[in-house]
């Protein structure tokens, strides 16, 4: 699908709740000049679990239309219901993005043969690349390193977006794709480093929102094998990646994409807004990198 850095791109609301386009329009801008290689549009960080099937569909739309091939566009369709998840995916077809990103069903917990199945039914309905998203904190199931190998039988399961946050799963994962058609990407900020360090060639970034070009010289250290510098890049900007989880994500971003102007701070319910502890502690932290005005 793509190397390098990929945004999961919030999606910003009025406070009456509306999309607030313009400021989507803006954020998108932002990334493309900034050279990201990808933006995933509806993952996680875009709340889409908040928003209707017309909404979603006209958000990719609106990022396919604004992004216009120039870097791949991903679309979020991932469902508990394996036939939901499977329709998602082939609208997103329909609606021009260049492939998909499919969390693990959550709430059923369903077995690794279960996982399995999902995964080879969601890819069998479309031709696009499908990235399977691992992020057992939300979802309630972990995909197993087994499971991974497993997924190397399918032709277009291009990725595993790895986010459970533990790094002898990413290994023993890394290990059991080593030489297929299945790319590593880590989907936590924090945990970057480690995950290009043992066979990875992608970061899913909730920071990059807020700045995609500090984020994207991380991502090209690691890719260049330059670790002295990644590592760097890493402590510099950890305590960032560390506040973008002081509440829920994608709470944390959209405060600090806030403090930059970049869209407004709102959340649909049952998300809130940041706190106001939480907003003093981003701004003092942007302040030090840099990011805003001291």
């Known amino acids: 699908m793509f190397k390098g850095l990929g945004t999961a791109l919030i999606t910003p609301f009025e406070e009456d709740g509306r ?17 990201v290689n990808a933006l995933v549009i509806c993952g996680t960080t875009g709340e889409p679990p908040a928003m209707t099937d ?75 690349p499908v990235i399977a998203y691992n992020v057992p904190g939300r979802t309630g ?3 197993l390193p087994s499971t991974a190998a497993r997924l190397t039988e399918i032709p277009n399961l ?21 030489g297929s058609n299945i790319s590593l990407f880590s989907g936590d900020d924090p945990a970057a480093l480690p995950i290009f360090a043992v066979g990875g060639v992608g970061l899913i970034s909730v920071a ?21 510098t990644a590592r760097k890049l890493q402590y510099r900007y950890q305590r960032f990646f560390e506040l973008m989880f002081a509440e829920v994500n994608p709470i944390p971003i959209k405060a600090a994409c806030a403090l930059l ?27 030090k990198l840099s990011f805003i005005e001291a």
């Open 158 to 178: 291009a990725g595993i977006k790895e986010a459970s946050g533990n790094i002898t799963q990413v290994i023993n994962i890394a290990k059991a794709i080593e």
């Open 141 to 143: 199931v972990n995909l």
């Open 19 to 35: 999309i607030d386009y313009a400021s989507l329009e803006k954020l998108i801008c932002a990334q493309l000049d900034a050279g």
């Open 208 to 228: 990059s929102n807020a700045v995609p070009a500090r984020i994207k010289e991380l991502t090209d250290a690691c890719l260049a094998g330059d670790y002295a």
């Open 54 to 128: 017309t909404e979603r569909s006209d958000v990719i739309r609106f990022a396919v239309r604004t992004v216009a091939g120039r870097i791949p566009v991903i679309a979020g369709t991932g469902s508990n219901c394996t036939a939901s998840a499977a329709a998602n995916s082939r609208r997103a077809e329909e609606l021009g993005a260049d492939g998909v990103l499919v969390v693990t069903p959550y709430y059923n917990k369903c077995t690794q043969d279960g996982l399995f199945l999902h995964y080879r039914t969601v890819a069998e309905s479309t031709s696009l």
């Open 261 to 287: 102007g970049l869209c407004k701070p709102y959340m649909r319910l049952p998300l809130t807004q940041a706190t106001d502890a939480t907003t003093a502690a981003l701004r003092e932290e942007m302040k």
